[in-house]
């Protein structure tokens, strides 16, 4: 894996549109390169701008390109996340007689442990770590259409509280947790006494394997991300975008702005409405400007026709980057 670029921002503000011209135009500058566009809001559509049927599985979006596609299905990674913890979650609690003696309890515990019971915050940034687990080391960019900037927050702080925070920390005290844990076991069930295995270790391992895969997900993506915003120039939106920018920094920086859907000066034609609504625009622009003078903004003009299939998102992502090289496109600066 080269480059990660993960693009957010406020909702209808053109993220899917600009991260598949992204993709495409990376796939144009790095033709022998095998790139893959993802998206990771739930309400996907990645599908209606390519013109090609995606869904749940990786799926070639043009036959002359290494471009392809996926539209991840976050229950199915949940799944896989979270069933296996939950199972041995299950049998270490079963272990205990108090169980056997209460199916009220036992049915208590079988309807909480579900990952259906999970929030959507937590399913969507576990589904983005298994998913970066899950053999996209084959590709060497990937370009992530990410949901709105509150759900992508969510999508860093998710792991970070529970890998970082919660697991290590349950993780360090595993020998006292193992020790209380079989001094009530065998007291609530003298039968187990000379049965020295229990599913808590299993259990252990489990997580084990959960905090590994979170590192090695954290890793890669200090080593390749590139965060970026996309905005469009109006005021709540710059605001938006502003405090995006302070809030993700806590976990990784950006290091771009898009600015979508200007109006051209040469579609305004003496009409004073879009005269008025450009001049307002370019103010907004140039607060956005002066307040992060350190990041690279992109300026992307409104477009008559919709960018829709590759040849359209040719065009814009032509626009977009003008004459950028492909290290000016994964790596932009002022």
Do not use: W
Not at 80 to 93: C, G, W
Not at 146 to 175: C, Q
Not at 211 to 236: F, N, W
Not at 268 to 287: A, D, S, V
Request: with cysteine; proline share 5%.
């Amino acid at each position: 894996m080269k480059k990660i670029i993960i693009l957010s921002g406020k909702g209808g503000v053109g993220k899917t549109t600009i991260s598949s011209a992204t993709a495409v135009r990376i796939a144009d500058l790095d033709p022998d390169a095998k790139v893959l566009i993802a998206s990771f809001d739930i309400a996907h559509n990645l599908s209606d701008i390519f013109g090609v049927e995606i869904g749940d599985k990786i799926t070639r979006l043009h036959p002359d390109m290494n471009l392809f596609g996926i539209e991840p299905d976050p229950e199915h990674y949940i799944h896989l996340f979270v069933d296996p913890i939950f199972k041995l979650a299950k049998q270490t609690i079963y272990d205990l007689v108090v169980t056997r003696l209460s199916p009220t309890i036992r049915k208590m515990v079988d309807s909480m442990l579900l990952a259906e019971n999970m929030p959507m915050q937590a399913k969507t940034a576990a589904f983005f770590q298994i998913f970066l687990n899950a053999g996209v080391e084959e590709f060497d960019y990937m370009i992530s259409d990410f949901p709105p900037t509150g759900a992508t927050i969510n999508l860093f702080e998710v792991p970070v509280f529970f890998i970082d925070n919660l697991l290590k920390n349950f993780m360090g005290y595993k020998s006292a947790i193992v020790v209380g844990y079989e001094g009530v076991r065998r007291l609530l069930n003298p039968t187990k006494i000379l049965d020295g295995r229990s599913p808590l270790n299993d259990m252990f391992s489990e997580l084990r394997k959960i905090q590994k895969a979170g590192d090695t997900v954290h890793a890669m993506l200090k080593k390749h991300l590139s965060l970026r915003l996309v905005a469009i120039p109006e005021k709540a939106a710059v605001n938006e975008t502003l405090r995006a920018l302070v809030d993700l920094s806590k976990f990784y920086d950006p290091n771009c702005v898009y600015i979508n859907k200007i109006i051209s000066k040469d579609v305004i034609k003496g009409n004073p409405f879009l005269k008025g609504k450009r001049e307002e625009q370019l103010t907004r622009i140039k607060e956005l400007q002066e307040k992060v003078p350190n990041k690279k903004i992109f300026e992307i003009e409104l477009k008559m026709n919709e960018p829709i299939n590759v040849d359209g998102l040719k065009n814009i992502s032509k626009d977009i980057y003008k004459n950028c090289t492909l290290d000016d496109v994964l790596n932009p600066c002022i």
